[in-house]
């Protein structure tokens, strides 16, 4: 393999990578508020590319992503408070039960909605045919947006929940809910600003892969399977870590390719996961309990 392949691999798996820990991070504000593992996670980023995409019609790109992404963060409060603010002491099960019940419910209400057919939003920066070179490595300008989309999200979250009133609340619901109670957190409100906070960010993700990776109205299971492994890879509840453990199944799955047909590339995040969980479940950077006090 030469250096000019080789890095045509890294790059194909950097781009990946990004995506799938952008999905994860999704994961982690749920769960840090929660506990809970929201396996609709991955409707939230298909909603948001395919609402963006009917809405572009109509109005500039950006402000039909803008659009899409408050549109989506309400669909996610909305889903709490139908779905979960009226259980009484639920358990973790039984909240991870409803969730995978409301991603077949929203999967075929967008079936419905949209229909089979593929659809993308445009490029932001050129078209399918502009790229630029790095270390030999022909590179989309779009993947750049998506890395870059990625490093902002985990510096914004990072500075939300240590800088800001609603992300030490959060914190605290993420250690002990029920001392959080006790202090006057409004816990329940914590969970619909976790729920909202998660869907926004699935959506922001959803439009910024539309040009490469295309939507549909079932992309969100791969991406949800996907997003779960870096979760869990990285320790979930650590978002730096996510964005890590995304770089490693991103690049782990693009040298796949090289050694194994094409069509095992998607099982490769089930096997990672399930070593994952034999062998370490706390995930490659701790435990949960380590990283409700030293993530942040």
Known sequence: MNLDLLFQYIAAGLTYGFIYAIVAIGFNIIYNTTGIINFAQGEFVMLGSMIAISLHPFMPLFPAIVLA???TMLIGAIMEIA????????TILRMIIITIGLSILIREAALAIWGENVRALPYFTGNEVTSVSILG?????????VVGV???TVLALQAFFKFTRYGW???????????ARLCGIKAKNMVTLSFMLSAGIGALAGCVVSPITYSQYNMGVPLAIKGFTVAIL?????????VAGGIVLGIIESFSVWVLPSAYKDSIAIGILLIIL???????FGSKEELALKEF
Do not use: K
């Not at 490595?137 to 947006?145: G, I």
């Not at 979930?236 to 870590?241: F, I, K, R, T, V």
């Not at 034999?278 to 490659?284: Q, Y």
């Open 169 to 179: 609340q959060m914190r605290a619901c993420a250690v002990n809910r029920d001392a």
């Open 137 to 145: 490595a022909r590179v989309s300008p779009q993947v750049l947006w």
């Open 69 to 71: 992404v408050v549109i």
């Open 150 to 152: 990625c490093s902002v």
């Open 83 to 90: 779905f979960f603010r009226w259980i009484e002491s639920p």
């Open 234 to 242: 990285g320790g979930l509840g650590n978002y730096l870590a996510a």
């Open 278 to 284: 034999f062998f370490r479940p706390g995930g490659l």
